[in-house]
């Protein structure tokens, strides 16, 4: 299985990042997928996911400002940050989980920075 991350950079205060995630080794449709992010010495922390059906869910801090979405054919899942704050900075992590299973997958995690 592997999960590659792409897309993270730094980027001003108020600007906008998309964030990619292209699976390999599984079989993309029959997982929910998610975004996390993490800052140093903080647990990693849920941004947003999408199920296999293609329900989301969102974390009060980017609710309004990021959209998870996802592309079966591609085997890809996508994090469009809009309005991003200072805060926002961490790295992102993608997960997959397989539906019906314990298992969980992480890609190596992409660089958000947002600074003036």
């Known amino acids: 299985v592997q999960l590659v991350e792409s897309g993270g950079g730094l980027v001003q205060p108020g600007g906008s990042l998309r964030l990619s995630c292209k699976a390999s080794g599984i079989i993309f449709s029959r997982n929910h997928m998610g975004w996390y992010r993490q800052t140093p010495g903080k647990q990693r922390e849920l941004v947003a996911t999408i199920t296999s059906g293609g329900n989301t869910i969102y974390a009060d801090s980017g609710k309004g400002r990021f959209t998870i979405s996802r592309d079966n054919a591609k085997d890809t899942v996508y994090l469009q940050m809009n309005s991003l704050k200072p805060e926002d900075t961490a790295v992102y992590f993608c997960?997959?989980?397989?539906?019906?299973?314990?298992?969980?997958?992480w890609g190596q995690g992409t660089q958000v920075t947002v600074s003036s």
């Open positions: 997960n997959a989980h397989p539906v019906s299973t314990v298992d969980d997958y």
